[in-house]
């Protein structure tokens, strides 16, 4: 008896692994060599990491040099969200740390500032940061002395939606402060240039773009940037920025699926978009109190954050699992733990609407078919769901 087929959409969790870096990845397991031999074996595994770190670099328009290889996302944010930088080869010192409570918790909880050096700016309505809020912040610390570096994320993993990133790092710019952005979410969905975007580090995940989990990069926008305070010091790898052998295996898939994310991005793009419109249309068209999170704003264009009225999203998300569903409430980053989404709390949700919310998340592997077999089982299970609660309450 074959097995029932599944939609798998939960991209924005882990996008599955891609032809090119499966292939990548076991031609790997299978050679020998320390990239910091010298010998011939070490040779040809620093090649493949140089090979993935142009490939990186590419992905994101950012210099080859400028790519520091990592565990993850969450590691490159801790790795860069410290007092202690050195931006364009010189050195600075940040006294606060600007965020926003709508972004990851790797940012919120992971970076190594003090307490007291950190200020979570609010975020609106459609989960914009506060632009007024972010002005007033860096002007009151300037005129303390006090340099800011603020750390602001590409696109939103809840939501989709998209930050006006150049606003603020001009605006950050300006009054002298360090820009970081996390771009996991952004990267191989909508463009993406270093040269292009005035922020001094990024930080990408290789399981986002279907490389392998395990993986993924803080990029420097000038080569000469840096960390003054590694988080692993080591044997001095990646030229003293992180310390540790290199995951060569992991760090080839990652530059295999990062060239495959940025190959026809923009025809990509335009189908997951599609297939997002026709996810959403479906939905409301037969649940009409279902409402679309940031369905007026600029959202990547795989993400579509629902909350379904009077229902508990992790009661939902099992039900979905059950009907062969797979998807997500809210982060995927929570040990499996479901509630309310701290995101939909920031843009001031009540705790209800931000507890019944549910995220849809398209990627390469996903297909019309995964949509209408999606729209097929919400259309039984949400009114099954909704009359099992009736009869509980």
């Known amino acids: 008896m074959s097995e029932a087929r599944r939609a798998y959409l939960d991209h ?18 299978d050679a020998p060599g320390n990239p910091s031999s010298v010998h011939a074996d070490g040779r040809a595994a620093r090649a493949r990491v140089e090979r993935a770190r142009e490939q990186v670099a590419a992905l994101c328009g950012a210099p ?14 801790a790795l860069v969200l410290h007092p202690q930088l050195e931006v364009a080869g010189r050195p600075v010192s940040c006294d606060v740390l600007l965020t926003n409570g709508a972004e990851h918790l790797s940012v919120l909880r992971g970076h190594r500032f003090a307490p007291e050096q950190v200020e979570v700016l609010p975020v609106d309505g459609q989960g914009y940061l506060d632009l007024n809020a972010l002005e007033a912040s860096l002007v009151r610390h300037g005129a303390a002395g006090r340099r800011a570096l603020v750390s602001l994320m590409a696109a939103n993993n809840e939501t989709g939606i998209l930050q006006p990133v150049i606003e603020v ?3 950050a710019a300006a009054h002298g402060a360090v820009i ?18 005035p922020v001094d ?4 995940s290789a399981h986002k773009v279907g490389g392998p989990q395990g993986a993924g990069a803080l990029v420097a926008r000038h080569a ?23 995951n060569v295996a992991a760090i080839a898939g990652f530059g295999a699926a990062a060239a495959a994310a940025a190959t026809g991005r923009e025809e990509e793009a335009i189908r997951l978009s599609g297939l997002r419109d026709r996810l959403e249309k479906g939905i409301v068209r037969f649940i009409q109190d279902a409402r679309i999170v940031g369905e007026g704003a600029q959202r990547l264009p795989n993400t ?28 995927a980053c929570s040990s499996g733990k479901v509630g309310a ?18 995220r849809f998340s398209l990627g390469w592997s996903s297909t019309a078919d995964d949509v209408d077999l999606a729209l097929a089982s919400l259309e039984r299970v949400v009114p099954h769901v909704r009359s099992r609660a009736a009869r509980a309450a």
């Open 304 to 331: 579509s954050c629902v909350i379904f009225a009077g229902l508990k999203a992790e009661t939902l998300v099992i039900a979905l699992d059950l009907a062969h569903v797979s998807v997500s409430a809210g982060s």
């Open 180 to 197: 970081h952005c996390d771009a996991v979410q952004a990267a191989g969905r909508v463009a993406l240039d270093a040269e292009a975007l």
């Open 341 to 358: 989404s701290h995101v939909l709390t920031a843009m001031g949700m009540e705790p209800d609407a931000a507890g019944a919310a549910i």
């Open 64 to 77: 080859r040099a400028g790519v520091v290889f990592t565990s993850g996302a969450t590691e490159a944010n």
């Open 224 to 246: 000469d940037s840096r960390v003054r305070a590694p988080l692993i010091p080591g044997g001095g790898q990646e030229r003293g920025r992180r310390g540790g052998t290199e």
């Open 12 to 29: 924005n969790a882990t996008s599955p692994l891609r032809a090119e870096a499966r292939a990548a990845m076991l031609e790997l397991l």
């Open 169 to 171: 790092a001009n605006l």
């Open 201 to 204: 580090f990024l930080t990408l």
